[in-house]
């Protein structure tokens, strides 16, 4: 490994004279889905975040502990946490986010074909594609694998034929991974992995509205829809398996899709603005001061808990049944966040619209009602306890 000092320095040195500083710091919270996303139809704030997204890519900085050959730096844990770090210091945005770099990337680098990986890899590194999820269907949530959308195999492709739901912005992603059935005589065994194109004849993803007044999941039809053979990741009929890894890559996730490490306030910043302060600095509120500190605690322990985990995984550890532990922990972690934030505001949090609220404190609004569906998301947290009970501490049915 590089000196980190030597590395630090050079880091510092090419961020504070290429990132843009226009992006720097930004001050107004942003919408659900919103940062660099990518794909074939991108959105950008400024011409300065496409040029930001660029440069990184560039570096394989977008990535930057995927292997070179596949659009990544090959950086070490440490050398991306001083990244990181760096980047932080200069309060930078991500260059690109997504489901492609959380969750399709990591499992194609495990399970899928050499072809396969030159071919989506690069194009995720570079914010050319932007995928989206397709697992759970109106009659298979928490029990998943009682799936039924079907795939029937016509010579080189699929025909795939149902309805998957709660598809995270569906609407404006090019890809999907997906589960679909097989074998219909078989429930676990009976599911693949497929990978399919949004934009291919018979697709169509509607949009969902939520009770924040936002759609950022859908509904998403399948009607003869045809998908290629080789899109498969990982075996016919074997896709239980795959899936397994990438939930578990979702649920070690479960930090950022909290909104745990949001650019948006923090709660000292909250604090700050809304409460009663004594002489001596000390909040008034001795029952909410230490609701807040007690949070501040739990986050920072969670930070250190998932970094260990990363540093696993780089390591060759596959997440497995641990990684119920932070999504449970992340969703709850950051629905409290939100109650910390309505119990200092109080009046100022039940804005919806119009005057005497600031744009901060309306986003926050509709974002504490966005939180209400953490628990639900990517594994209800009732299902994330059933896992921890048998899979962590080995209770009986």
Request: proline residues 5%; negative net charge; glycine residues 10%.
């Given at each position: 490994?590089?000196?980190?000092?030597?590395?630090?320095a050079e880091v510092r040195h090419w961020l504070e004279n290429n990132a843009p500083l226009s992006i720097r710091d930004p001050q107004?919270?942003?919408?659900?889905?919103?940062?660099?996303?990518?794909?074939?139809?991108?959105?950008?704030?400024?011409?300065?975040?496409?040029?930001?997204?660029?440069?990184?890519?560039?570096?394989?900085?977008?990535?930057?502990?995927?292997?070179?050959?596949?659009?990544?730096?090959?950086?070490?844990?440490?050398?991306?946490?001083?990244?990181?770090?760096?980047?932080?210091?200069?309060?930078?945005?991500?260059?690109?986010?997504?489901?492609?770099?959380?969750?399709?990337?990591?499992?194609?680098?495990?399970?899928?074909?050499?072809?396969?990986?030159?071919?989506?890899?690069?194009?995720?590194?570079?914010?050319?594609?932007?995928?989206?999820?397709?697992?759970?269907?109106?009659?298979?949530?928490?029990?998943?694998?009682?799936?039924?959308?079907?795939?029937?195999?016509?010579?080189?492709?699929?025909?795939?034929?149902?309805?998957?739901?709660?598809?995270?912005?569906?609407?404006?992603?090019?890809?999907?991974?997906?589960?679909?059935?097989?074998?219909?005589?078989?429930?676990?065994?009976?599911?693949?992995?497929?990978?399919?194109?949004?934009?291919?004849?018979?697709?169509?993803?509607?949009?969902?509205?939520?009770?924040?007044?936002?759609?950022?999941?859908?509904?998403?039809?399948?009607?003869?829809?045809?998908?290629?053979?080789?899109?498969?990741?990982?075996?016919?009929?074997?896709?239980?398996?795959?899936?397994?890894?990438?939930?578990?890559?979702?649920?070690?996730?479960?930090?950022?899709?909290?909104?745990l490490g949001s650019s948006g306030p923090s709660l000292r910043e909250w604090m700050r603005q809304y409460a009663d302060f004594t002489?001596?600095?000390?909040?008034?509120?001795?029952?909410?001061?230490?609701?807040?500190?007690?949070?501040?605690?739990?986050?920072?322990?969670?930070?250190?808990?998932?970094?260990?985990?990363?540093?696993?995984?780089?390591?060759?550890?596959?997440?497995?049944?641990?990684?119920?532990?932070?999504?449970?922990?992340?969703?709850?972690?950051?629905?409290?966040?939100?109650?910390?934030?309505?119990?200092?505001?109080?009046?100022?949090?039940?804005?919806?619209?119009?005057?005497?609220?600031?744009?901060?404190?309306?986003?926050?609004?509709?974002?504490?009602?966005?939180?209400?569906?953490?628990?639900?998301?990517?594994?209800?947290?009732?299902?994330?306890?059933?896992?921890?009970?048998?899979?962590?501490?080995?209770?009986?049915?």
């Open positions: 490994m590089a000196d980190l000092g030597t590395f630090r107004k919270p942003q919408e659900e889905g919103a940062g660099n996303w990518g794909g074939r139809r991108p959105t950008f704030a400024s011409p300065d975040m496409k040029a930001w997204m660029d440069m990184m890519a560039a570096r394989g900085w977008t990535a930057p502990e995927w292997p070179k050959e596949y659009g990544g730096a090959g950086l070490s844990k440490a050398e991306a946490k001083v990244l990181r770090e760096e980047m932080a210091a200069l309060k930078l945005p991500l260059p690109l986010v997504g489901f492609g770099l959380t969750m399709i990337g990591p499992t194609l680098l495990q399970y899928g074909t050499e072809e396969q990986k030159r071919e989506h890899l690069p194009m995720i590194t570079r914010g050319e594609i932007r995928w989206c999820e397709g697992f759970s269907e109106p009659g298979a949530g928490s029990d998943l694998a009682a799936l039924q959308t079907k795939a029937q195999r016509q010579g080189d492709h699929f025909v795939i034929n149902g309805q998957k739901v709660w598809n995270s912005l569906a609407h404006l992603a090019d890809w999907m991974f997906m589960l679909v059935r097989t074998d219909p005589g078989k429930k676990h065994e009976g599911i693949t992995f497929l990978m399919a194109d949004m934009e291919a004849p018979g697709v169509e993803a509607r949009p969902i509205r939520l009770i924040s007044g936002k759609s950022t999941f859908c509904e998403t039809f399948f009607t003869d829809v045809l998908v290629p053979v080789k899109n498969v990741v990982g075996e016919i009929n074997g896709g239980w398996t795959v899936a397994k890894t990438l939930l578990a890559h979702e649920r070690s996730m479960g930090l950022q899709a909290s909104g002489e001596d600095g000390r909040m008034t509120d001795a029952a909410l001061r230490h609701r807040v500190a007690q949070h501040e605690m739990d986050y920072r322990v969670f930070r250190l808990t998932t970094d260990r985990t990363r540093a696993n995984a780089k390591a060759g550890h596959i997440p497995g049944p641990e990684s119920a532990m932070f999504k449970l922990y992340a969703s709850e972690t950051a629905q409290e966040r939100h109650e910390i934030f309505l119990a200092l505001a109080g009046s100022q949090a039940l804005g919806w619209d119009g005057p005497g609220f600031t744009d901060e404190e309306l986003y926050e609004t509709r974002d504490w009602l966005f939180s209400r569906a953490l628990s639900i998301a990517a594994g209800t947290s009732e299902v994330q306890l059933n896992i921890i009970a048998k899979r962590v501490l080995g209770l009986p049915d």
